[in-house]
C-alpha cells in the first residue's frame, strides 16, 4: 500500500538524527585527514629544504647523458654538479717525545669543488650564512664545514689559496695538484652531510673550470632529478655498471595510508567509521524496538519485510548522501586514488552490517502474538535466598561483552598514553639538552700520553670570550682521548674473556686489538682546567653516588683521580657493543678505591695514578661534561676544549665570523653546530606536535566508544533491576546490586592498570644508564595512572 510506504525515510526526525551522525563522522575525517595533509605538507617543505627538491642522482655521466635528461618531456627539473678536483690541504704536525721532536706531514681532503647550474641552485635551496654565490672567475663560496676544518674564517673578500688535486679518470694513483687563489664570495650553510650521496657532492662552488695541463679533461657530471608531478614512476632508480644512481630517500615521504607515518591516521579513520556503524546499529535497534507495535500493523497492512529494509537503506542514503560526498571529494585531493575505491566499499560494507542488523530485528517481530505455552513443571520450585553480590555476578555474566569493551577502552587509552607520552618526554629531554652550538678545540698535536690530543688555548682568547654578552661558555675543559689504561686485576673486569684469556673487542668500542693480536682498553681523560667549573664539579660530585674518598685539593691539582664505572650489563639494543650503563646492571669489582691506574704513552713509558673515588652515577644537566664508562676525571690547569652557546639568534652570523677569525687567528679547531642542532630541535619540536595530535584523536574516539558503552549498560541495568522494582525489591538493596557491579569492575580495572605501569616502568628501567634519566618516566607513569584511578572512581563508584 502507498500509504504505508517511506515508514523510515519519511520520517524527518530519524533522518535527522543519522544525518547528524554522518556530519560529525565527516567533519571529524575531515579534521583528522586535514591535519595530517598539513602536516605532511609542512614536513615535506622541511625535507625539501633540508635534503634537496629531488628525488633522484646521477653519477659519472656524459654530457650527452646530461642533455638527454633535461630533454625529457618528463622531468620538471635537472640540476648538474661538475666536479673539477678535489680539495687538499697539507699540514706539517709535531710528534713530541722524550727525544728530538719529530715533524709529520699530513694530509686532509675536504670534499669537492666545481660548477654548478642555476637548476642545481634552484632545486638545492642552498643557505648561505654570509655573501652570495661565485659570480666572477676568481670567487669562490665554500661551505662552513670546510672553511672549520682548514682554519680559515667566515670572512668574505678574503684571498685563499687552495690546493685542487685533479685525477686521471682511468688510474687513480695518476694525479695533477693545482694552486689556485680564490676570493671567498660566501659561507653556504652545510648540506653535503645531510644528502644522500656517495661522497662526492661539490663542497666548494665555483664558476669558472680549472685547467690541467696533464690530466685528461674529462668532465665528471652529476645530475639531480625532479620529476613531474605524477609521473615519479617514470625514473631510473636503478644503479648499473656504467652508471650509479642514488635515490633521496630522507626526502620522500610517503603517501601511502598504511605507511608508518600515517598509520595511526589511517587506523583513526577507519575505526571512526566503524564506531559510527556500532552508534547506528544500536541507535535503529532501539529505535525498531519501541515501535515494534508499528512494524507489526505495517506487516498486518501488507508491507512485506524487505519494503522495510529497502526504506531504511533509502532512509541512510538520504541522511549520508551530502557528507559522504564531501568527504569522498575532499579525500580524493588529499589521498592516492588507488585506495579510495577501497575504503568506499569498507564504508558501504558497514552500512549494510547496519541493514543486516536492522533487517535480523525486523523478522523477529511476529505477524501476531503468541500466547506463551506452558511448561510442566518437573521439580519443585525451592525459595532460595540469592545475596546482591551474586546478582551483580550474574549480571556481568550476562553482559560482560559491555563491560570488556569498557576495560579494553581504558587500557588501550593508558597504554597510548604511556607510548606517546614517553616519546614526548625523550624529545622533550632532547630539546632541554644543553648542547653547545660552537666548540673551539686546540690545534691537535701527538704527546706521550696519547695518540692524539689539543694544544691548550690561549689565556687571551679565555679573557675575550669571557666578556662577550652574545655567547655563554658551558663547557670548558680539556680531554685526553685514546688512552692506552689497565690496572692490576683487569682481567677480573666484565671486560676480560675468559674463552679468548683476553680482553674482548666485543664488549668495547674501546677495546682495541693491535697487529700482533693483543688487545688494550684505550679510555680517555676528562681534565677539568677551570678553576670555577672545577668547584662546581666538586659540588656536584659531592651529591653523587661516589665511593671512596676523594682529597679534592689533590685532585684539583691532577694527583688523584676519578673513575667513572656505573653498573653496567651485557646486550641491548641501544648499544653497538656488549656492555653499556644500566640501573639495573651489575657492579665491576675488578677495581676499588686506592687502587693505581697505570697509563702508557707511544713510547711504551708508562705512567701510573691513584684512583680515589669511582662514579657510580651522575645527572648529565649538573656536569659540564658527560665522562666516558672507565674513564678517569681528574682536576688540571689547561683548557683544550670550549663548548659555546648562542644567547640570541639574531646575532648567529656576526658570532660565527667572529668565532672562525679569533680560531684562525689563534691556530685552533673552530666546529660550528648551529645548524645541525637546530634541526634536531625542529624534528623533535615537529614529533611533539605529532604524538601530541595521535593522543588527542585516539582520546577522542575511546572516550567516544566509552561513552556508547555507558549508553548501553545503562539500558542493561535499566531493564535488569526494573524486573526487580516490579516484585517489590527496597531500593536500597538495588542499589547494592549496582554498587557491587562496579566494585567489580574497579578492582579489575586497579589491578590491570597497575600491572601496566609495572610492565611499562620495568621495561624503561631496563634500558636506563642512570636514575636521573629514569625519573622523569616513573612521574609521568604515576601521574597518567593516578588520572586513571580518578577516572575509574568517577565513572564506577556512584551506585544511581
Not at 563491560?403 to 604511556?418: E, G, K, W
Not at 624503561?764 to 584511578?789: E, K, Q, S, T, V
Amino acid at each position: 500500500m502507498s500509504l504505508t510506504k517511506g515508514y523510515f525515510s519519511s520520517n524527518k526526525k530519524l533522518v535527522r538524527k543519522f544525518s547528524r551522525m554522518f556530519w560529525i563522522e565527516t567533519i571529524f575525517c575531515l579534521v583528522v585527514v586535514t591535519f595530517s595533509a598539513l602536516s605532511q605538507f609542512y614536513q615535506q617543505k622541511q625535507a625539501d629544504e633540508t635534503y634537496g627538491k629531488w628525488t633522484a642522482a646521477y653519477y659519472d655521466i656524459s654530457e650527452n647523458d646530461l642533455s638527454e635528461l633535461k630533454l625529457n618531456p618528463l622531468f620538471e627539473t635537472v640540476g648538474a654538479q661538475t666536479i673539477e678536483g678535489t680539495l687538499v690541504q697539507k699540514n706539517t704536525q709535531t710528534i713530541e717525545s722524550s727525544g728530538p721532536d719529530e715533524e709529520v706531514e699530513i694530509e686532509q681532503q675536504f670534499g669537492s669543488i666545481g660548477i654548478a647550474d642555476p637548476s642545481f641552485f634552484e632545486m638545492a635551496g642552498l643557505k648561505l650564512k654570509t655573501g652570495y654565490l661565485p659570480q666572477n672567475e676568481n670567487e669562490i663560496a665554500m661551505e662552513a664545514a670546510v672553511l672549520d676544518g682548514m682554519g680559515i674564517s667566515y670572512e668574505t673578500g678574503q684571498p685563499i689559496e687552495l690546493t685542487i688535486r685533479k685525477e686521471n679518470p682511468d688510474d687513480r694513483n695518476d694525479f695533477e695538484e693545482i694552486t689556485e687563489t680564490y676570493v671567498l664570495s660566501g659561507v653556504i650553510e652545510n648540506y653535503s652531510s645531510t644528502w644522500s650521496s656517495n661522497g662526492n657532492l661539490i663542497r666548494s662552488f665555483i664558476s669558472q673550470p680549472i685547467p690541467s695541463k696533464r690530466i685528461q679533461n674529462k668532465k665528471n657530471i652529476i645530475a639531480f632529478i625532479e620529476p613531474k608531478k605524477g609521473y615519479e614512476d617514470g625514473i631510473d632508480t636503478m644503479s648499473t655498471e656504467d652508471r650509479m644512481i642514488e635515490t633521496n630517500v630522507n626526502r620522500l615521504l610517503s603517501r601511502d595510508p598504511f605507511s608508518s607515518g600515517n598509520i595511526p591516521v589511517t587506523l583513526c579513520v577507519l575505526l571512526s567509521f566503524l564506531f559510527l556503524t556500532i552508534l547506528q546499529a544500536e541507535s535503529l535497534f532501539v529505535w525498531i524496538w519501541k515501535r515494534r507495535q508499528e512494524v507489526r500493523m505495517l506487516r498486518i497492512l501488507g508491507v512485506h519485510k524487505k519494503i522495510l529494509i529497502q526504506d531504511i537503506f533509502t532512509m541512510l542514503f538520504k541522511a549520508c548522501r551530502i557528507p559522504y560526498l564531501i568527504l569522498i571529494l575532499v579525500l580524493a585531493m588529499l589521498i592516492p586514488l588507488r585506495y579510495l575505491p577501497a575504503l568506499i566499499v569498507y564504508v558501504l560494507l558497514l552500512q549494510i552490517l547496519v541493514l543486516i542488523a536492522a533487517g535480523v530485528l525486523i523478522y523477529q517481530v511476529p505477524l501476531l502474538k503468541k500466547s506463551p505455552k506452558k511448561k510442566k513443571l518437573k521439580a519443585k520450585i525451592v525459595s532460595k535466598t540469592i545475596t546482591a553480590k551474586e546478582i551483580s555476578r550474574r549480571f556481568l555474566g550476562r553482559y560482560k561483552w559491555i563491560y570488556r569493551l569498557q576495560i579494553f577502552c581504558l587500557i588501550l587509552l593508558q597504554i597510548s598514553l604511556l607510548y606517546f607520552g614517553n616519546h614526548i618526554l625523550e624529545s622533550t629531554y632532547i630539546l632541554n639538552e644543553t648542547v653547545g652550538d660552537f666548540l673551539i678545540e686546540g690545534a691537535p698535536v701527538m704527546d706521550p700520553i696519547s695518540a692524539q690530543t689539543n694544544t691548550p688555548i690561549p689565556a687571551s682568547v679565555l679573557s675575550t670570550l669571557e666578556q662577550w654578552t652574545d655567547i655563554k661558555l658551558i663547557e670548558k675543559a680539556r680531554t685526553i682521548r685514546n688512552l692506552k689504561t689497565s690496572w692490576e686485576n683487569i682481567q677480573d673486569s666484565f671486560l676480560y674473556n675468559p674463552d679468548t684469556q683476553q680482553l674482548d673487542p666485543l664488549r668495547s668500542i674501546n677495546i682495541r686489538v693491535d697487529e700482533n693480536g693483543n688487545a688494550a682498553l684505550y679510555t680517555s681523560i676528562d681534565i677539568i682546567g677551570d678553576p670555577v667549573v672545577a668547584d662546581r664539579t666538586i659540588e656536584q660530585l659531592e651529591k653523587e653516588d661516589v665511593i671512596g674518598q676523594v682529597d679534592w685539593e689533590n685532585w684539583k691539582k691532577g694527583g688523584e683521580a676519578i673513575l667513572y664505572l656505573p653498573k653496567i650489563k651485557m646486550g641491548g639494543d641501544r648499544s653497538a657493543y656488549g656492555l653499556h650503563p644500566a640501573l639495573d646492571g651489575k657492579v665491576d669489582k675488578s677495581i676499588q678505591p686506592g687502587d693505581m691506574i697505570t697509563l702508557e704513552d707511544n713510547n711504551g713509558v708508562q705512567h701510573q695514578i691513584p684512583v680515589s673515588g669511582i662514579l657510580r652515577n651522575y645527572d648529565p644537566k649538573a656536569l659540564d661534561f658527560q665522562p666516558l664508562v672507565y674513564g678517569l676525571i681528574i682536576g688540571g690547569t689547561e683548557i683544550d676544549t670550549l663548548r659555546i652557546s648562542l644567547n640570541d639568534i639574531r646575532n648567529q652570523v656576526p658570532v660565527e665570523i667572529a668565532l672562525s677569525k679569533m680560531a684562525s687567528e689563534n691556530n685552533l679547531v673552530f666546529h660550528n653546530n648551529l645548524a645541525e642542532n637546530e634541526r634536531v630541535e625542529q624534528y623533535h619540536k615537529v614529533q611533539i606536535i605529532l604524538n601530541l595530535f595521535t593522543i588527542l584523536i585516539l582520546f577522542s574516539v575511546l572516550i567516544v566508544i566509552l561513552q556508547l558503552s555507558r549508553i548501553m549498560e545503562k539500558e542493561a541495568i535499566d531493564q535488569y533491576l526494573g524486573i526487580f522494582k516490579r516484585i517489590g525489591v527496597s531500593d536500597s538493596y538495588r542499589k547494592q546490586i549496582i554498587a557491587k557491579t562496579r566494585h567489580r569492575l574497579l578492582i579489575i580495572l586497579f589491578a590491570s592498570e597497575v600491572l601496566i605501569t609495572l610492565v611499562n616502568l620495568f621495561l624503561l628501567y631496563r634500558h636506563a644508564d642512570r636514575f636521573g634519566a629514569f625519573l622523569p618516566y616513573l612521574i609521568l607513569a604515576c601521574l597518567i595512572l593516578l588520572i586513571f584511578f580518578l577516572l575509574d572512581l568517577s565513572l564506577y563508584s556512584r551506585s544511581d
